[in-house]
């Protein structure tokens, strides 16, 4: 079974930061699209960043500039670096990750469990 495990969710003050972590594990093949979504009080889920294997990482508008993605290929792990954070970014945030999880396997849509992000004024 193919689970992700995210971590680094918590309370900031605005302006603060944090760091999410999210390693994918168990049976993977190939793994090709590691990202972020949020869903915010209220609101439909986002996406929020993603990194696709040889192209450039996609942002959000209103996080371009402060929100970094980053993906270790060898430990299967995908990286937020929030910077500036503000209230607005307060949300669930869920790892994503497209696997297959063995070979001829068809690629599948995966989810981590979410980490709370607060982020106080």
């Known amino acids: 079974q193919v689970q992700l495990v995210e971590s680094g969710g918590g309370l900031v003050q605005a302006g603060g930061s944090l760091r999410l972590s999210c390693a994918a594990s168990?049976?993977?093949?190939?793994?090709?699209?590691m990202g972020w979504y949020r869903q915010a009080p209220g609101k439909q889920r986002e996406l929020v960043a993603t990194?696709?294997?040889?192209?450039?990482?996609n942002y959000k508008d209103s996080v371009k500039g402060r929100f970094t993605i980053s993906r270790d290929i060898a430990k299967n792990t995908v990286y937020l670096q929030m910077n500036s954070l503000k209230p607005e970014d307060t949300a669930v945030y869920y790892c994503?990750?497209?696997?297959?999880?063995?070979?001829?396997?068809?690629?599948?849509?995966?989810w981590g469990k979410g980490t709370l992000v607060t982020v106080s004024s």
């Open positions: 168990g049976s993977i093949f190939s793994l090709n699209v």
């Open positions: 990194v696709i294997s040889g192209g450039s990482p």
């Open positions: 994503n990750a497209v696997i297959s999880p063995t070979y001829n396997s068809p690629a599948k849509n995966y």
